[in-house]
């Protein structure tokens, strides 16, 4: 039998895991076997300037948090799993779905985007969107196009009435 100092141990590594995953806007939960610890290390670096952090914790563990918060992710939790924990919703998706395509090691499984849960295709999905920049871009894109449209359309305009007088 499990000793009271293990026990309370673990309530607060299960607590620990709920509180992440309660403040996390995005988390993904993937398989790391075969990378090795400069790849892992790599990959915390990376997701370091997205405010996002990588743990890894026993199935078991982790298995009784997301009970604890109804998610169930009970054909996921075997082998070595890591989980991400992300602030923000696309960065750390992004992050780990380009590290992933460079290391084929890495095994995105499941996630909870904001609250649901997302299976792979929802979360390669997301990992497609453009960064805020790029929409931002294409958006100042769409509205110059629509500026030059108009100028030239006067342009023409103003030479029309040029040419009559």
């Known amino acids: 039998m499990a000793s009271a100092k293990n026990l309370e141990i673990k309530k607060d590594i299960v607590s620990e895991i709920e509180n992440s995953i309660n403040n996390s806007e995005s988390v993904i939960l993937f398989q790391y076997q075969g990378l090795t610890v400069s790849d892992l290390k790599d990959l915390r670096q990376q997701l370091k300037g997205t405010d996002a952090t990588v743990k890894v914790y026993k199935n078991t563990l982790l298995k009784r948090a997301l009970d604890e918060l109804n998610y169930d992710f009970d054909g996921f939790l075997e082998g070595p799993n890591a989980i991400l924990f992300g602030k923000n919703l696309l960065e750390p998706i992004k992050v780990l779905a380009d590290f992933a ?38 958006l100042a894109a769409g509205m110059m196009e629509h500026v030059r449209n108009l100028s030239i359309a006067l342009n023409l305009y103003a030479e029309q009435k040029e040419n009559e007088n």
């Open 101 to 138: 395509k460079n290391h084929d090691k890495l095994e995105i499984r499941v996630g909870i985007i904001n609250g649901s849960v997302a299976d792979l295709a929802t979360i390669n999905e997301y990992a497609a969107i453009p960064s805020r920049e790029g929409l931002l871009t294409m």
